[in-house]
């Protein structure tokens, strides 16, 4: 099961609606559905929240370090309550991916990603699970930096909350370490609707 749900981001109301917070959106949706409120706790450096299920105990968490430091705060958390690396959900901005788009894996690289880059070295494992949400990328490399740190246009926002909401829909299955059925929750695509049947003439 998941005990420890990470969202990546950047402290600050500047920041909070830049793409590269997506994770903090997630990380929000999740403590509304389970019913609990983030609050600062300096010993984990990050706002955190516990969560009582009837399958135990599980951590929501938003580091406050900055991005590129993600890590110190992930593995403070991860080692003081032995949270295992593959029991550990990081939800993160995702370039390679359109928004509207959302992927869920475990283990890989972290494709430059400077909050994945500080989690793995700090776990010194990757076997963690990533929540992709998909942001797009602004075509040239040169200005991937500013484009993650700008607000998305209101469609493009609208997208990737729908992504998150359809991320939620895998909670239980995450929580029951059901984590086959949460990969097909968070693929599934929104049916489409049939086509009108032609009127009889």
């Not at 749900?5 to 389970?34: K, M, S």
């Not at 776990?123 to 040239?140: A, E, F, K, N, S």
Request: proline residues 9%; charged residues 20%.
């Amino acid at each position: 099961m998941i005990r420890l749900f990470v969202g990546l981001g950047n402290p600050g109301p500047q920041y909070e609606d830049t793409r590269h917070n997506a994770g903090f959106w997630y990380i929000d949706a999740l403590a509304r559905q389970l019913g609990v409120s983030l609050q600062p706790d300096r010993n984990y450096h990050g706002l955190v929240a516990r969560a009582n299920t009837p399958e135990g105990p599980v951590w929501l968490l938003q580091p406050q370090t900055f991005m590129n430091l993600s890590g110190k705060s992930v593995a403070a958390l991860a080692r003081f309550f032995k949270v295992a690396p593959a029991e550990v959900l990081v939800a993160h901005d995702e370039l390679d991916l359109l928004p509207g788009q959302v992927k869920l894996k475990q283990g890989g690289g972290h494709a430059g990603h400077n909050g994945l880059r500080d989690i793995h070295a700090q776990l010194g494992d990757p076997g963690y699970w990533r929540l992709r949400l998909g942001i797009g990328h602004p075509g040239i490399k040169s200005e991937v930096a500013a484009y993650v740190l700008r607000k998305p246009p209101a469609a493009e926002r609208e997208a990737i909350e729908k992504c998150i909401q359809q991320s939620l829909d895998a909670t239980a299955c995450f929580l029951s370490g059901d984590l086959p059925g949460a990969i097909h929750k968070v693929h599934a695509q929104p049916q489409r609707p049939k086509p009108p049947r032609p009127t009889p003439s």
